[in-house]
């Protein structure tokens, strides 16, 4: 509930974000048809103080890409710090997820359709182990930071009625490559600062238009401790304004951050509105924002004042985002298999499928890794991909609203296309 959920990728390095990025565009757009889940589009800066800065993987992803020439970044609207160098950068049209109203929406489709939401006191326990004596033939695993404990007891050992198959299966057309159960990559978190202004006031620029930002200053003004430049953003959301942040890369044991540490000066906020506890926070988080605000609204705007005025205002906020700790693929989107049965006897196949290590990435990734996991369970089974859906059309369409109809034609679309490449 408190992601700025914008849908870009950061914090995340895989060989698939583009495509992922590209299928995950198709449902935000049908979604954004519905006025009622929050997802809206609008206009998103990545705004440098460096020239020439090399463009995105996702550039052909989004919607309306295109590099900002150097008299479009004079325009008012455009963040610009005080006395920086010359600037350089993109926009695009960039889906945008309120993301108290899109999460409730998102329970309420699971709902209608069908799914079921088990409260922790009824679930079965706190290991896949305890889930495989339910008895499912398919598992999806998106237990992130704690993947390593909830999948280590379902491994084999020599009283184990439990084989790991990580072989191709040759039963299909297309092989899934099974991976082993455990992932071979440590846990990594990105830790991240943010403020909650409680303000609804309207930010637009270029026709009108909502919009948001990434800045990034030079390394003088702020960065990460191996020295590298950090950024700030701007998310207005309907009920409040969402300003980061950092992305600090460690680990969060008994209670304890352990690894990188913010830079340069900190500043306390209240993190409830009572002020009983406080954060301390990157500055620039505060000042660059505050700086960038107010010069986008002419000075008509000013945070400073707004802090000075009622503190209460600005809530502090931190969150982890969780990676694996991989060369180039910190997201997990793969599967396993076990073979469960008594020795000599009858096996039974399970399988699982993971899908975790979304960084800050988790909103905009979402339905891309949903569906290739979609992908992988229809090579597995074999399933005749048209038959699977259309039966279910027709009582969908009664039952249903237009928008969930959409998503599913695009999900039946998207099947029946030929493979994307995974550049």
């Given at each position: 509930m408190h992601a700025a959920a914008s849908v870009l990728p950061h914090s995340v390095d895989s060989p698939r974000v583009k495509y992922w990025t590209t299928i995950s565009q198709r449902f935000f757009?049908?979604?954004?048809?519905q006025a009622a889940c929050g997802v809206r589009s609008q206009t998103h800066y990545e705004i440098f103080e460096t020239v020439d800065e090399a463009g995105?993987?996702?550039?052909?992803?989004?919607?309306?890409?295109?590099?900002?020439?150097?008299?479009?970044?004079?325009?008012?609207?455009?963040?610009?710090?005080?006395?920086?160098?010359?600037?350089?950068?993109?926009k695009f049209d960039a889906f945008f997820c309120e993301a108290p109203e899109y999460v409730r929406y998102l329970v309420e489709l699971y709902r209608r359709i069908g799914g079921e939401i088990v409260e922790p006191p009824d679930l079965p326990g706190d290991s896949l182990r305890s889930y495989l004596a339910l008895n499912y033939d398919f598992y999806v695993n998106c237990t992130g930071q704690q993947a390593g404990d909830f999948l280590a007891d379902a491994l084999p050992d020599l009283s184990s009625n439990l084989e790991v198959d990580d072989a191709p299966d040759a039963s299909v057309g297309e092989p899934v490559s099974f991976e082993p159960l455990l992932?071979?990559?440590?846990?990594?978190?990105?830790?991240?600062?943010?403020?909650?202004?409680?303000?609804?006031?309207?930010?637009?620029?270029?026709?009108?238009?909502?919009?948001?930002?990434?800045?990034?200053?030079?390394?003088?003004?702020?960065?990460?401790?191996?020295?590298a430049p950090a950024d700030v953003y701007c998310y207005p959301r309907s009920d409040a304004w969402i300003l980061g942040g950092s992305r600090q890369e460690g680990t969060y044991s008994d209670g304890q951050w352990e690894?990188?540490?913010?830079?340069?000066?900190?500043?306390?906020?209240?993190?409830?509105?009572?002020?009983?506890?406080?954060?301390?926070?990157?500055?620039?988080v505060f000042e660059l924002n505050a700086d960038l605000l107010k010069h986008i609204t002419k000075e008509n705007f000013d945070l400073r004042e707004l802090?000075?005025?009622?503190?209460?205002?600005?809530?502090?906020?931190?969150?982890?985002?969780?990676?694996?700790?991989?060369?180039?693929?910190?997201?997990?989107?793969?599967?396993?298999?076990?073979?469960?049965?008594?020795?000599?006897?009858?096996?039974?196949?399970?399988?699982?499928?993971?899908?975790?290590g979304h960084g800050g990435s988790g909103f905009t990734l979402s339905w891309g890794c949903a569906f290739n996991l979609l992908q992988m369970l229809d090579r597995i089974t074999g399933t005749d991909r048209e038959g699977s859906v259309a039966p279910g059309r027709a009582k969908f369409v009664t039952e249903h609203s237009a928008t969930r109809m959409i998503l599913l034609d695009l999900t039946a679309h998207l099947l029946d296309e030929p493979p994307v490449e995974h550049d």
């Open positions: 757009q049908a979604l954004s048809f995105p993987v996702y550039a052909n992803s989004v919607d309306n890409f295109e590099f900002i020439r150097e008299r479009a970044l004079e325009q008012p609207w455009v963040p610009r710090r005080s006395g920086a160098p010359a600037l350089s950068g993109w992932d071979p990559f440590p846990p990594k978190l990105i830790r991240g600062h943010y403020l909650r202004v409680d303000i609804k006031r309207i930010l637009t620029g270029d026709r009108e238009r909502f919009f948001s930002y990434n800045y990034k200053p030079v390394p003088a003004i702020y960065r990460t401790q191996s020295g690894w990188e540490q913010t830079v340069g000066e900190e500043i306390a906020f209240p993190c409830d509105q009572r002020g009983r506890t406080e954060l301390r926070v990157p500055a620039p802090r000075d005025g009622d503190p209460s205002l600005i809530l502090a906020g931190v969150g982890y985002r969780f990676v694996r700790d991989a060369p180039k693929d910190s997201v997990r989107v793969s599967a396993s298999r076990l073979s469960v049965g008594p020795r000599g006897g009858t096996k039974r196949m399970n399988y699982v499928l993971h899908n975790y």
